[in-house]
């Protein structure tokens, strides 16, 4: 059973940096994938980052492409990611996901860790 723990999260001020960090237990295959969702208040789930475990490739939603970094550490079982410029509509709880496929067909979660950001 995997478990996806995330943590990071909390106010920051409009154009700051955050870096999340997401600690996977239990068993990953070459095969997955770990990635980061949003939910912005009112709004469904948006995709963000992901990355491969056993590859460096790295995918991100075009809206945020360029101000987010996905990133991976297998050495402590951790995912990260690091976002810029921080605006309020970044705003939101973020989740760290395990799928097979680099933007959908997420089957397990993390219970979220909020990012609130201020003006």
């Known amino acids: 059973q995997v478990q996806l723990v995330e943590s990071g999260g909390g106010l920051v001020q409009a154009g700051d940096s955050l870096t999340l960090s997401c600690t996977v237990s239990?068993?990953?295959?070459?095969?997955?994938?770990l990635g980061w969702l949003r939910q912005a208040p009112g709004k469904g789930r948006e995709f963000v980052a992901s990355?491969?475990?056993?590859?460096?490739?790295?995918y991100y939603a075009d809206s945020l492409k360029g101000r987010v970094t996905i990133s991976r550490d297998k050495a402590k079982n951790t995912v990260y990611l690091q976002i810029h410029r921080l605006t309020l509509e970044d705003t939101g709880v973020y989740y760290c996901?395990?799928?097979?496929?680099?933007?959908?067909?997420?089957?397990?979660w993390g219970q979220g860790t909020q990012v609130t950001v201020s003006s």
């Open positions: 990355t491969r475990w056993n590859d460096p490739r790295t």
């Open positions: 996901a395990r799928g097979t496929s680099p933007y959908s067909d997420w089957t397990v």
């Open positions: 239990g068993r990953i295959y070459s095969s997955h994938v």
